[in-house]
């Protein structure tokens, strides 16, 4: 009898430690407030702000995804980032990272703090921003998050493609403000 409940805590100690490693791997103190992971922007600037709820260190990285094509390179677009999300991206070998911000050091003395950068002139494409938490100098937990840049007229508020009910409110809606 001893054995077995031996046994049993020893197996419920191994499955909810599993479970316990499992969320240590994303430091909670450390959130990405803007960009959300696999948003698309149509401004041609990009915000990166990051959110730290301890006295803590973040080294921030932003890269621009760029496909490798010869002798040239040439930007991603929105269906581009949605497969690397995904792992379905099939030209993983001829990807290209440039750095635009590389490694850039913030510390936080404060239980509350912001971490904010603003790239501006950006061109439509997939960007990559990369926040490590570093402990002793060494990167311990790392966040990775991308985001679409388009062109503002890729993107249209009042689409006119729509049918039915959403083609009745839209034509509704213009007819209120016109």
Not at 31 to 56: E, R
Not at 111 to 122: C, G
Request: proline share 2%; aromatic share 8%; net charge positive.
């Amino acid at each position: 009898m001893k054995k077995c409940l031996l046994v049993f805590l020893l197996v419920l100690s191994l499955v909810f430690g599993s479970v316990a490693m499992s969320f240590g791997a994303v430091d909670q103190d450390v959130t990405v407030v803007n960009p959300v992971n696999g948003s698309a922007i149509t401004s041609s600037s990009l915000l990166v702000s990051i959110k730290l709820t301890q006295p803590k260190t973040i080294k921030v990285s932003v890269y621009e995804v760029r496909r490798v094509s010869g002798d040239s390179s040439v930007a991603l677009g929105e269906s581009d980032m949605k497969a690397i999300n995904q792992g379905t991206y099939q030209d993983g070998g001829s990807l290209t990272y440039v750095p635009l911000v590389a490694g850039e050091s913030f510390t936080s003395t404060n239980n509350l703090s912001f971490y904010t950068k603003n790239l501006e002139n950006r061109s439509p494409g997939v960007y990559y921003i990369k926040v490590d938490t570093v402990y002793q100098n060494k990167a311990v937990y790392s966040r990775k998050c991308y985001v679409t840049i388009k062109n503002k007229e890729e993107s249209k508020l009042l689409d006119s493609s729509q049918s039915g009910t959403a083609t009745f409110l839209q034509n509704l809606i213009k007819s209120i403000f016109n």
